[in-house]
């Protein structure tokens, strides 16, 4: 039995530590844990639930504004506020950019050298690379000119010696299984990923006043000024420039990533029956086109699947919610194997540890600073795969030949969404979903702003003096990585208690007081390590559910005593 250990796995909602054991080059069980502290749940209480968008969304710079707009709402929903269309409109004009930009980077920068080896780009014929993107893509960028100075730029940065991130990938390893061609191209388009995300999030700076943490927010509505005829505002050339911004986004998404996707999944169809996982998958929905939040008007569908039965979504309630602390480093008053749903959560760190070595991580210890959330008992996943199959599953109109599209494109059928593979494919299905739907979005609010509907803003609840004594609130956001939710307890116009349910939570969480494992976790088992000191196996389907990496690994025999000490990409 070999025991490897990845930490940290990094940047969503702080450090990860991944630790496996590895029988007959098979992984047979996985501990996650969370191992940075951060506690913004107590920094928020007694302030001002205006003020709470402003510390929440600190919660993540990755994702940044989907934090600020689940505390808004949850606020909102505390107080019974309806914010006007023109809010509503912006809000979700500033998360569908949120999406389709986290997805692409994601792919390119923080996923794709899980499956592309730089090195071989060198070896890489040009023209064929040339010939190869031309057939999969009508993308103008396809020259053997283009490729070739690609290349040599490459070559450069390599004769130099100044590698960054590319200096301990696993080159060479066996798992890597696309021909040199296919690999310059896919370093090309990491290039240009890389031009395409600072542009495209300049909707932020329109919208939100800047990126990362937009600061146009408020509880009731934006801070966004509506004014067609003034330079200060909102007006016809800044619309105009969102919509040049967001023509350029649909371009590099159907004829760049989204191919890209297509094409490197072709090589990769042995990892469609790999990181099948728990087999749950819950979203709670989102984009309503209401301004009353109503789940039927929902873009991204509520649901829950369980055992991965698409005939069959259920409803969700988040009150049947509940996060343990068993093996959390965390004590709960009613005892640590109690679930407790978030208007009632604690906060109450207690940590014990591990200490080298960690031969027994997890062995009924406490081994994370994430909480285990539940729904009604079961473990589940939550991100773009839930919501896709979820979508897919009710039939949500556009969705299902999309995918039944890109199922028979790739020979595979729909059991093959219950993997790894499915994981990343879902994500280009979404963006490529939401890219086309933002244009309407920005239509509408022109729409209204031509019309003369300028309110942004409902002031009438906006004093404490007019609020109950004591209310409770929850606010819910389909953020890139999945299904996340704030909820708030105000009291005596206070924050009384706070707590935030991220997907990372969700999905990286550690086992329950029922042993059972997360989404992480359970997706680990089953997996195939060609090689312990080089463990990519395990950094796809870890990757697939988008924790961004920035890791150094570490390998230990059963002893604990380290063996190796390698760094990763």
């Given at each position: 039995m070999t025991r490897i250990a990845i930490d940290p796995i990094t940047r969503i909602e702080g450090h990860l530590r991944i630790e496996v054991e590895v029988q007959g080059g098979v992984v047979t069980d996985a501990w996650s844990s969370g191992t940075m502290f951060r506690g913004i749940e107590l920094i928020l209480r007694?302030?001002?639930?205006?003020?709470?968008?402003?510390?929440?969304?600190?919660?993540?710079?990755?994702?940044?504004?989907?934090?600020?707009?689940?505390?808004?709402?949850?606020?909102?929903?505390?107080?019974?506020?309806?914010?006007?269309?023109?809010?509503?409109?912006?809000?979700?004009?500033?998360?569908?950019?949120?999406?389709?930009?986290?997805h692409v980077i994601h792919f390119y920068h923080l996923h794709a050298l899980d499956w592309v080896d730089v090195t071989l780009a060198l070896k890489a014929d040009?023209?064929?690379?040339?010939?190869?993107?031309?057939?999969?893509?009508?993308?103008?960028?396809?020259?053997?000119?283009?490729?070739?100075?690609?290349?040599?730029?490459?070559?450069?940065?390599?004769?130099?010696?100044?590698?960054?991130?590319?200096?301990?990938?696993?080159?060479?390893?066996?798992?890597?299984?696309?021909?040199?061609?296919?690999?310059?191209?896919?370093?090309?388009?990491?290039?240009?990923?890389?031009?395409?995300?600072?542009e495209f999030i300049r909707i932020h700076a329109v919208l939100g006043g800047k990126n990362p943490h937009p600061q146009s927010y408020l509880v009731g509505g934006m801070a966004t000024a509506l004014n067609p005829n003034h330079t200060a505002t909102i007006n016809a050339e800044k619309l105009g420039l969102i919509t040049k911004l967001?023509?350029?986004?649909?371009?590099?998404?159907?004829?760049?990533?989204?191919?890209?996707?297509?094409a490197i999944a072709s090589f990769y169809k042995d990892w469609a029956a790999q990181g099948t996982g728990l087999g749950n998958y819950m979203a709670y929905g989102d984009y309503a086109s209401d301004n009353q939040g109503k789940p039927e008007t929902y873009f991204f569908p509520r649901g829950l699947i369980l055992g991965r039965d698409l005939t069959k979504v259920q409803d969700v309630?988040?009150?049947?919610?509940?996060?343990?602390?068993?093996?959390?480093?965390?004590?709960?008053?009613?005892?640590?194997?109690?679930?407790?749903?978030?208007?009632?959560?604690?906060t109450k760190p207690n940590y014990t540890g591990p200490q080298p070595p960690f031969e027994l991580l997890g062995d009924g210890a406490k081994y994370s600073w994430l909480k285990a959330p539940r729904y009604q008992d079961n473990a589940v996943e939550v991100g773009p795969l839930a919501r896709v199959l979820i979508a897919y599953?009710?039939?949500?109109?556009?969705?299902?030949?999309?995918?039944?599209?890109?199922?028979?494109?790739?020979?595979?059928?729909?059991?093959?969404?219950?993997?790894?593979?499915?994981?990343?494919?879902?994500?280009?299905?979404?963006?490529?979903?939401?890219?086309?739907?933002l244009p309407k979005w920005l239509g509408q609010l022109e729409e209204n702003m031509g019309r003369g509907d300028l309110k942004i803003h409902e002031n009438s609840l906006w004093e404490p003096s007019s609020w109950p004594k004591?209310?409770?609130?929850?606010?819910?956001?389909?953020?890139?990585?999945?299904?996340?939710?704030?909820?708030?307890?105000?009291?005596?116009?206070?924050?009384?208690?706070?707590?935030?349910?991220?997907?990372?939570?969700?999905?990286?969480?550690?086992?329950?007081?029922?042993?059972?494992r997360g989404a992480y976790e359970q997706?680990?088992?089953?997996?195939?390590?060609?090689?312990?000191?080089?463990?990519?196996?395990?950094?796809?389907?870890?990757?697939?559910?988008?924790?961004?990496?920035?890791?150094?690994?570490?390998?230990?025999?059963?002893?604990?005593?380290?063996?190796?000490?390698?760094r990763v990409v």
């Open positions: 007694n302030r001002d639930p205006r003020d709470a968008w402003l510390f929440a969304q600190r919660i993540c710079g990755v994702c940044t504004t989907v934090h600020a707009l689940a505390s808004v709402r949850a606020v909102e929903n505390a107080l019974k506020i309806t914010i006007p269309e023109n809010a509503r409109l912006i809000r979700d004009l500033m998360a569908g950019t949120q999406l389709v930009q986290d040009p023209e064929k690379t040339s010939t190869l993107a031309q057939s999969i893509s009508a993308w103008p960028k396809s020259s053997r000119t283009y490729f070739k100075g690609v290349q040599d730029k490459l070559k450069t940065f390599v004769d130099s010696g100044q590698l960054g991130i590319f200096a301990n990938g696993y080159w060479g390893h066996p798992a890597y299984k696309l021909p040199p061609e296919a690999n310059l191209l896919a370093v090309a388009h990491y290039l240009e990923a890389l031009d395409f995300q600072r967001l023509k350029q986004g649909a371009d590099f998404v159907s004829q760049v990533y989204v191919p890209d996707v297509l309630d988040h009150q049947q919610i509940a996060e343990y602390v068993t093996h959390s480093w965390y004590n709960y008053g009613a005892g640590d194997a109690t679930g407790l749903h978030p208007w009632n959560g604690e599953a009710k039939d949500k109109p556009g969705v299902k030949p999309v995918v039944d599209g890109i199922l028979k494109q790739l020979g595979v059928d729909a059991t093959a969404l219950f993997s790894t593979l499915g994981r990343v494919g879902a994500r280009a299905i979404e963006t490529q979903l939401m890219i086309n739907e004591e209310a409770q609130g929850w606010g819910s956001v389909e953020a890139p990585r999945g299904s996340l939710a704030h909820w708030v307890h105000i009291k005596d116009g206070k924050i009384e208690n706070y707590q935030a349910v991220v997907p990372s939570t969700w999905n990286a969480g550690p086992r329950d007081a029922k042993g059972q997706a680990l088992i089953g997996t195939p390590v060609a090689n312990p000191e080089q463990p990519v196996e395990i950094l796809r389907t870890i990757h697939s559910f988008d924790p961004c990496l920035a890791c150094a690994v570490h390998v230990v025999d059963p002893k604990g005593r380290e063996y190796a000490n390698i």
